[in-house]
């Protein structure tokens, strides 16, 4: 087995304890050389000061989360959905970021419509893809588990989100558009294996965490890879074998363990999972 | 849109207030024609017990829950799965269920191995097919939401679940082997239309309920119909529209809320909904 692509920290895996400077320099203390922000801690240091600091570390920006959320009630919500997209892309160009990761959104307010809400992603999606080319920021679709479609993305499966990639991007070498792969999404998948081969050079960022058993929330209660039933490293090394060669994201949601815990432990238990189990 | 199939009573809706003795009497009360018995109830009132007052009532038994839970740790796990199994057919047939509902297991303990666990579902069923026709009793493979995959049930798809039906069975007319549709588990898929023709007449049970937003627990939040976002009579028309002419059962798991109702109530309210918004 390979060793994994270099680690970089997901900044919420350490929300409650951390403000985006003090993960800048948590990330520099601790060797780790990638990182991915969240948009309200970036806005909250600002995004020159953040652009700044992270060069001066020499951080990696593995992605910037997050853009998409684009169904809505009516075209007055999906227009300022685009506009905020726009300034997402903005924000991402100016950290130099792999890419922008999209969460695309769930169903509109009382809506039952599933069919429509997908056509409404792909929409949105279209109507920023040429904004996102000229800034030079790969738009990366993130399949969320199915659990989510309902209030945060009714794109559930990699398949889905190629089948989106396949319909607006230039075919299976463009890397304008492609897909996040996060293992607590995708893990369940039967169709796994075979849409990760059908992904390709397409995967733009590789997300690492793990699912507990039990879960106890459907949000907040992500594990520390190698604490619950997700084979990370056969899932990377199919990634890999599909050309990725870059970080190994470390995401984890857990309002209960996690982020009540020291966040230098916290990165210190990232560093040898990494080394361990993923 | 033509009216739905008659009301079928999943004893689990009520499982805090009422034995499986109250819940028979409870559906002849409220004038309900079908009934879902879960084992542990039916072992508690007695096979015989309950087979005969369902007879006097004039009940339909749309399902028994549940079979499989294939995956085990070693091979004597999978024997004992494989009769327990048989005792649930045996139990069906006592009832004249119109099919034994199959929840098929998740992963084994300490156990990483999805593709393995699929095999053992897949072997499992293999094994207790000649059984169950033998005795008359179709299996239904449920398939369920993918957050079940670890600990409940690794086939989180239709498509999977057909997959199975498809390799087992013996084509697309048979029905000893088929599929329990309920739309908890599989309203968000994008590919449920094309899988439900596929299904065809394999349809042996349709399950509703419904998925609120938030939804606070895996297991024990699910919602009544009408409360959530599942565009339930779309699913039923297309279910329907493969030659489907059976119940609609009603299977409520909700610790918080309808768990704590008058079951009277709970049984009104399931009425009002299926005559109102299935």
């Not at 948009?39 to 953040?50: C, I, M, P, S, W």
């Not at 009516?74 to 990761?101: F, M, T």
């Not at 695309?104 to 307010?109: H, R, T």
Request: proline letters at 5%; one cysteine or more; hydrophobic letters at 45%.
């Amino acid at each position: 087995m390979n060793k994994p692509g270099p680690l970089s920290l997901n900044t919420i895996t350490v929300r409650e304890q951390w403000s985006l400077q003090q993960c800048i320099e948590g990330c520099a203390r601790h060797g780790i050389t990638g990182i991915s922000p969240w948009r309200d801690k970036l806005a909250e240091y600002g995004v020159q000061n953040a652009a700044k600091h992270i060069r001066e570390v020499g951080l990696t920006v593995t992605g910037l989360c997050r853009g998409g959320m684009f169904p809505a009630a009516d075209a007055a919500g999906r227009q300022r959905a685009i506009e905020d997209n726009q300034r997402a892309i903005d924000d991402a160009a100016a950290l130099g970021a792999q890419c922008l990761v999209l969460v695309v959104g769930g169903l509109p307010p009382s809506s039952k419509d599933l069919a429509g809400a997908h056509a409404q992603v792909q929409d949105g999606i279209a109507a920023i893809l040429p904004y996102a080319r000229a800034a030079g920021v790969p738009l990366a679709i993130e399949p969320l588990h199915p659990m989510f479609a309902a209030d945060r993305a009714c794109v559930n499966t990699l398949g889905h989100a190629l089948d989106i990639c396949d319909t607006l991007g230039d075919g299976a070498a463009d890397r304008s558009l492609g897909v996040a792969l996060d293992v607590y999404h995708v893990w369940w998948d039967p169709h796994l294996s075979a849409q990760i081969k059908r992904a390709g050079r397409r995967i733009l960022a590789f997300h690492i965490c793990d699912w507990l058993v039990p879960t106890t929330d459907l949000l907040l209660d992500r594990g520390m890879m190698g604490d619950g039933v997700i084979d990370i490293p056969g899932i990377r090394a199919q990634v890999e074998a599909q050309g990725y060669d870059g970080f190994c994201e470390v995401e984890i949601m857990s309002a209960n363990n996690w982020w009540r815990r020291d966040a230098d432990d916290v990165l210190r238990t990232c560093i040898e999972r990494h080394k361990t189990v993923v």
